[in-house]
Every structure is written in structure tokens, then in C-alpha cells.
């Protein structure tokens, strides 16, 4: 299967879009809105130099979005920032910060109106995970995961906010999960995050609605090419058959996710906030919640944080 094409993916004539597993950029993209649906904005986006987060800015900055992406890493993100920028023709900053230390989320900010003079969308990304039963997972890792995860979300939309948002609107996509939806085996930790990020998504979106800000969260399944997918086990349970459980027969991509986060940030959602939308193939409808099979899998993992 050619990963730079249109792909035929399960029963029936569904098509993926294209993808690369790496942290590269595509080489051809097919464009299913209008290309300068966000023309002229500006999208800050936490994880933003690899895997979901890299995609995700590389979709916003083909349809006419300068992006800043932000992390820890500065070095993967000055390389990440140079490929987005030649292969889209926009520009991308890279900046660091840490999530949980809002200091540096305000200096990101305030580094990103300096050079731009505005933030229209912003993708909250940045995430950790890994699986572990809940009786040997250490208090620091729980604590670790809900720092990024939720503590990491509120403190980049207040920061935001307050920065720009609150006087000027704009969009809030908050990456979120399926896991808490049914009580997901191993995955405590990452469940209680991103329940606790539904929830924040629909508060925010009441208080800040007024102000013209939309807040929305995305829920992706089992996505190819992603850290996640990898140290959660995706690998193995492809080559087992276990996706066939799934109603689409197949893991996502990462421009498949990217294209729900672009529809949620742009004006095609003008009327949308508060919403969950869920980006899954169907997976949390259907997919075994097997603990023997999950544990399996998680005897290899290290839940040391």
C-alpha cells in the first residue's frame, strides 16, 4: 500500500488519505476543503514537533495557517519547523516550553504575538501514556500523566486566553481519548486525564463562549505512525487480526485526525463548541476490553515516571 496516494482501506470504497509514518512531511496532499480556509491565521499548537501534533500543524499550514508548535524538545522541533515551513510555503515557529509550568507557556505566548500579532486556533496536544495495571502504577507516574494531560490543557488555554483569545475569539481543540468512555484496562492514568479534559472542554466552552471562543476536544482511535501507537500496542494487535473488531476494519492516520482537528478550528464548525467529536473507526463501540490480552502487552512496558 503506497503511503503518499489515496489508499482503499476495508470493505467497500472508503478511502484513507494520504500519510507517512514518519515525521516527515507528505509529499502530495489532496486538499478536501478549500485551501485558504484558514488564510491568514495563526495556530499554536503543544506537541507539535512529532507523531499527531506534527500532522495536525502541517494540515493547518496547507490551507493558509502560520503555525507555532511547542514542546520540550527544541531540537526536534527547529528540524520539525524547517520541513513544515518548505513543504507548505508558511511560516512555523518553533518555540519550547513545558506544559506544566505555566511561566513558559506565557513566554511561548508572548513570543508568538510578538512575531505574528495574533492566535486564532489553538491545538492542545502534548500528552503521555503508556500502559500499566493500576496496582503497579506509581503514584508520580499517575501524577505525572495528569500534569501533562489535563493540568497542561488548562494551563495553555488560560494562558491563551487571557493573552489574546478573551479580547479577540477564536478556536480551542483539546486532543482527548476514548478511554474513560467504558472503564478501558491499564489505562488509568490516561483515562482519568482525558475525562477530566471532556469535562474541561464543555466548562470552558460555556464561560468563554461568550467571548467568541469556541472549545472543542477530538478523540482519536488507534492512529499508524505515532508513539502512542507503538507503546500502546498498536503494532502487535494490527498483526494479530484484533482491528477487525473495528466497524472500519483498520487503524486511522495521522492526516485523518488532522483533518477532524481542521474542521473543528476553522469556520466549517462556526456553530460547534462543547462538543467531543470522536475519530475512531468505530473502535470504542466494538473493540475487546480484554484484560488477559491487554496485559500481555503491558508486561513489556515501564510505568517508572
Known amino acids: ?35 485558504d480556509l484558514l488564510k491568514d491565521n495563526v495556530a499554536f499548537v503543544t506537541g507539535g514537533g512529532s507523531g499527531i501534533g506534527f500532522r495536525i500543524a502541517e494540515v493547518l499550514m496547507r490551507h493558509g495557517c502560520d503555525t507555532v508548535i511547542a514542546s ?34 506565557t513566554a511561548a505566548v508572548e513570543e ?10 489553538l491545538v492542545n496536544n502534548a500528552a503521555g501514556n503508556f500502559l500499566c495495571p493500576a496496582s503497579s502504577l506509581s503514584f508520580n507516574a499517575f501524577k505525572t500523566v495528569m500534569e501533562i494531560d489535563t493540568l497542561g490543557t488548562f494551563n495553555t488555554s488560560k494562558v491563551v486566553y487571557e493573552k489574546w483569545l478573551k479580547d479577540h475569539g477564536g478556536s480551542v481543540v483539546n486532543i482527548s481519548a476514548t478511554l474513560s468512555y467504558r472503564g478501558q484496562a491499564l489505562q488509568v492514568h490516561a483515562g482519568s486525564a482525558k475525562a477530566a479534559i471532556d469535562a474541561m472542554t464543555r466548562h470552558l466552552a460555556v464561560e468563554w ?8 476536544s477530538l478523540a482519536p482511535g488507534p492512529i499508524s505512525g505515532t508513539e502512542g501507537y507503538r507503546r500502546l500496542g498498536g503494532v502487535s ?69
Open 1 to 35: 500500500m503506497a503511503e503518499n496516494q489515496l489508499q482503499e482501506a476495508g470493505n467497500g470504497d472508503q478511502m484513507m488519505p494520504e500519510d507517512v509514518e514518519t515525521d516527515d512531511c507528505l509529499a502530495s496532499y489532496t486538499h478536501l476543503y478549500s485551501p
Open 112 to 121: 508568538t504575538l510578538k512575531e505574528f500579532g495574533r492566535i486564532d486556533i
Open 237 to 305: 494487535a494490527q498483526s494479530s487480526g484484533a482491528f477487525q473488531s473495528i466497524p472500519l476494519q483498520r487503524a486511522g492516520n495521522k492526516t485523518e485526525i488532522a483533518h477532524g482537528v481542521l474542521y473543528l478550528a476553522s469556520r466549517a464548525a462556526s456553530y460547534v463548541t462543547g462538543a467531543s467529536l470522536v475519530v475512531d473507526g468505530g473502535s470504542w463501540l466494538t473493540s475487546a476490553n480484554g484484560l488477559p490480552a491487554l496485559l500481555g502487552i503491558a508486561s513489556s512496558h515501564s510505568a517508572k515516571l
Open 72 to 105: 520540550r524538545n527544541q531540537e526536534r522541533l527547529s528540524e520539525a519547523a524547517k520541513k513544515l515551513s518548505a513543504a507548505t510555503g508558511r511560516h512555523c515557529l518553533a518555540l519550547s516550553l513545558d506544559v506544566r509550568q505555566p511561566e513558559t507557556i
Open 209 to 216: 463562549g461568550p467571548s467568541g471562543v469556541r472549545v472543542n
